[in-house]
């Protein structure tokens, strides 16, 4: 198979890349991918370190020993920690270093979690059923002990019924409080 770009030699390295519009592949050769500069790595030279390729993936750019002590870096007025530094060994140093860095790590955060920079967690279904009946039944506590203060206690005997039901539920499991509300 030849190369995409050049169409001239084999190929030899395949690229892929997720997308917002789905994954990408491409067949390149040794040059063209070089070329490319993705990743600028020079043939000729030693194997990166994890660390380097990390630090490049992460920053988008090359992290050369000498390129680093070229640039001026923003250090952690607390610990002392470069942000390349940072990269390097994977956690900060300080507290203080989050507020240092603030700058530059939502392009961290994207690089790692493909693109996004907001955390959305979800929460097991079973999981959410039993929270959202624990909040109901502190919600008629609350309600009952109100009921109670203002001496409306016919009232109060009602929500104690109820709470009682929604335990039962709480105890049965979501599948049998599940039904339970379809009534």
């Not at 000729?44 to 992290?63: C, D, K, R, Y």
Request: hydrophobic residues 35%.
């Amino acid at each position: 198979m030849l190369c995409e770009n050049c169409k001239e030699r084999p190929v030899s390295v395949i690229l892929k890349q997720e997308t917002p519009g789905g994954p990408v592949e491409r067949n390149l050769c040794d040059q063209c991918a070089f070329n490319l500069q993705t990743f600028s790595v020079n043939p000729n030279q030693e194997p990166m370190s994890i660390q380097q390729f990390l630090s490049q993936w992460l920053t988008g750019e090359a992290v050369q020993p000498q390129a680093l002590e070229a640039q001026v870096m923003p250090e952690c007025p607390e610990c002392g920690l470069t942000f390349h530094r940072f990269l390097e060994i994977g956690k900060f140093g300080c507290p203080v270093c989050y507020e240092t860095f603030r700058e530059r790590l939502p392009r961290v955060f994207g690089k790692l979690h493909n693109g996004s920079t907001v955390h959305r967690g979800k929460i097991p279904a079973s999981f959410n059923e039993k929270m959202a009946i624990k909040k109901q039944i502190e919600f008629l506590r609350i309600s009952m002990q109100d009921a109670i203060q203002t001496e409306r206690f016919e009232q109060a005997a009602v929500l104690r019924d109820e709470i009682k039901e929604w335990k039962r539920k709480l105890s049965a499991g979501p599948e049998e409080g599940g039904a339970a509300d379809g009534e």
